[in-house]
């Protein structure tokens, strides 16, 4: 089973590089890396101004080029998210910050207007809304958000940025999972998922309360950042 799993940590890793210090190095070793690879990882995360560049010199298609809108703290305007969207066009996933600052506070408004904004602007690219799940949500409101972002048309519900004190828990995925069943829509957890026995053990919470057929690219990730550098 250990090594099923590991096959599959592989296969749904988003190896992920958001620390916005990079150099043209440091992304020209991680293509590399990527390219030279059997199997996964299912994308590569990086920040918006490093995706032309990305996108201009792979050749693997099938490793997702995926990046990040309205990071890390959710609150950029609708004006910015735009401009960030156009920029984002050689990806084939987002990753949306949810503004959850607002929603947390009673205020709705800035997720009933972005959700299907960014619905509409990625067209047909996979959208993974980050809750930042790390946060002093109330737990039922943290659900009615992940409802919202999924009749919004978000095909992830992602647990953190991975930039806040708290990342992904058990309990937070917990939370999401519920709201999962019947959507056809998928989880990613990121933000501290720092080893092989923390991802396996993500996994097996997702396979109990979703099935076998949940762990694979389409409906699971893991965003890590350190998992693929040893």
């Known amino acids: 089973m250990s090594a099923l799993r590991d096959a599959q940590v592989l296969a749904c890793t988003d190896w992920t590089t958001l620390t916005f210090e990079e150099e043209e190095s440091d992304l020209a070793r991680m293509l590399d890396r990527v390219e030279a690879m059997e199997g996964g990882p299912a994308a590569c995360c990086i920040p918006l101004k490093w995706v032309e560049w990305w996108a201009e010199r792979r050749v693997r298609k099938d490793v997702a080029l995926a990046t990040v809108l309205n990071f890390p703290a959710g609150n950029h305007s609708i004006e910015a998210i735009a401009e960030e969207a156009q920029r984002a066009g050689g990806a084939e996933e987002w990753d949306v910050v949810f503004p959850h600052e607002a929603f947390r506070s009673g205020d709705e408004g800035p997720a009933r207007e972005l959700m299907p904004l960014i619905r509409e602007w990625a067209g047909s690219r996979a959208v993974k809304v980050i809750l930042e799940t790390g946060a002093p949500w109330e737990p039922r409101k943290l659900q009615r958000a992940a409802e919202r972002c999924l009749e919004a048309g978000a095909d992830f519900l992602k647990t953190s940025t ?8 058990p309990e937070a995925v917990d939370a999401l ?3 999962l069943p019947g959507s056809g829509k998928g989880i990613k957890i990121s933000g501290g998922v720092r080893t092989l026995d923390a991802a396996h053990a993500y996994l ?5 309360a979703l099935g076998a057929d949940y762990i694979a690219p389409p409906t699971c990730r893991l965003g890590t950042s350190n998992l693929l550098i040893r």
Do not use: Y
């Open 177 to 179: 999972l519920e709201v």
């Open 204 to 208: 097996d919470q997702v396979e109990r």
């Open 162 to 169: 991975g930039k806040v004190a708290v990342g992904a828990t």
